[in-house]
């Protein structure tokens, strides 16, 4: 640069709002009389939380506020049961984008995996139980809910003596077996004072929920039928695992997968069905399904007439998605039960032509916000919003789909008036 082009220094300093004072070069002015322009900070707490003033004009989509982390000291100790893939894939990462809750404790019967993974997330040593020593939970203060990820046989026997040892239990899908061990798991929870959730993480999901408030909301008239499929492959060898064993697992892709679509629509319609009808299909011979079915498809008619077709198999390539008919637009949902990807484009009419729109909503992790939500009720003193009482009625639900397709009739159940009559409604939306 020429020198004759440098900008005098005096210039420079006053237009960054310095005065003459603070000149740096061949100044007297001291550190003291330094006095550096205030930066302008945005933003104002208010009970605690920190808000922004809307820095977008009305067409622009607004932002979400930031998020409200509790501090560390304050947030709800989870002890993981069980560190399979679920676990270790989702579960355990999905705390690091947790605001009200920390893992504190894990029970495994592999020792070299217990340690490995406490040592990974910072559990302590004497946090670390086998299945024989897990009575001496109770011992552990910081361990304020017990979430079970075990197969679904061992759900019960973890949830009454997580219950017995004075815990909160939130526990993975389907709840257990039977609605008879459903019911077990509710009263030992109930006796001991308990709080007892199970794990719908879709309730939780925000494209879900935004289809569930539309349909309610009437918006786009009644709903006429909702289709859910549910599928994905086995490997050959797929026969050991625990979910082929009816024993461990009580059923096979419905009890797995289907509970899914089968939960979805009663979450969304609110309703219970008043008639089930459904089939069910096993390849003779493979023996990844000598003891669990294959394939299962069931239809259910609600109190309203909405219609709901659902299709689950372990034959069928990965494909998780459903689609609603209402009277002026049709809802598409790909990867509906996904873990992440979820999707919502609603068709209908603009005018003279026909219009589809894609909802973009801010995206969350669906493990957290469902650990984030029984976080809040064992702060608050709340009801989960999907208690146990809501994977009873599932399990009664399985249980006629069963029953219909050994008998190739339909199966019809009392009518039950109301909404959500299983489920707790009141959700703060995160």
């Not at 552990?140 to 017995?164: D, Q, T």
Request: proline share 8%.
């Amino acid at each position: 640069m020429d020198p004759t082009d440098r900008p005098d220094r005096r210039q420079v300093f006053q237009a960054a709002g310095i005065g003459a004072t603070a000149l740096l070069l061949g100044s007297r002015a001291t550190a003291q009389t330094f006095v550096p322009p205030s930066p302008v900070d945005v933003g104002r707490v208010e009970n605690g939380k920190v808000t922004f003033p809307a820095w977008r004009n009305a067409a622009d989509t607004p932002s979400p506020p930031p998020p409200t982390p509790l501090p560390p000291g304050e947030r709800i100790g989870f002890a993981i049961v069980g560190l399979g893939r679920l676990a270790l894939e989702e579960i355990l990462p999905a705390f690091a984008m947790s605001l009200k809750a920390k893992p504190v404790a894990l029970v495994s019967g592999s020792p070299d995996k217990l340690h490995a993974v406490a040592r990974q997330y910072g559990i302590k040593p004497e946090a670390c139980y086998s299945y024989a020593d897990f009575d001496r939970i109770r011992d552990n203060p910081e361990v304020k809910v017990v979430y079970i990820v075990l197969p679904n046989a061992m759900h019960r026997l973890y949830c009454e003596r997580a219950a017995k040892a004075g815990k909160h239990v939130l526990t993975e899908k389907p709840m257990a077996i039977s609605s008879q061990d459903g019911q077990a798991m509710v009263d030992a929870c109930s006796k001991a004072g308990v709080k007892l959730m199970v794990a719908y993480r879709i309730q939780y999901e925000p494209y879900n929920r935004r289809a569930m408030q539309l349909v309610r909301s009437g918006k786009y008239g009644k709903l006429l039928a909702y289709h859910g499929v549910n599928t994905q492959t086995v490997a050959e060898d797929g026969h050991e695992q625990w979910r082929h064993k009816k024993a461990m697992a009580g059923g096979g892709s419905l009890f797995d997968i289907g509970l899914y679509c089968l939960n979805t629509a009663r979450f969304i319609t609110g309703e219970e069905p008043i008639e089930i009808f459904a089939t069910s299909y096993s390849p003779p011979g493979d023996p990844r399904f000598a003891e669990v079915e294959e394939t299962v498809s069931f239809t259910l008619r609600f109190p309203s007439h909405t219609i709901a077709n659902c299709f689950t198999s372990y034959g069928g390539r990965d494909d998780k998605y459903q689609r609603l008919n209402l009277e002026t637009a049709a809802m598409d949902m790909a990867n509906s039960y996904q873990y992440t990807g979820q999707r919502l484009v609603i068709i209908g009419r603009e005018g003279d032509a026909t219009s589809t729109d894609a909802l973009t909503l801010s995206p969350k992790n669906q493990f957290a916000a469902e650990i984030d939500h029984m976080a809040d009720c064992v702060l608050t003193g709340g009801t989960p919003h999907t208690p146990g009482e809501e994977g009873v009625q599932d399990h009664r639900l399985m249980e006629a789909i069963y029953e219909s397709a050994r008998t190739g009739r339909p199966v019809r159940l009392p009518a039950r008036q109301g909404l959500d009559l299983f489920r707790h409604p009141a959700l703060q939306e995160a």
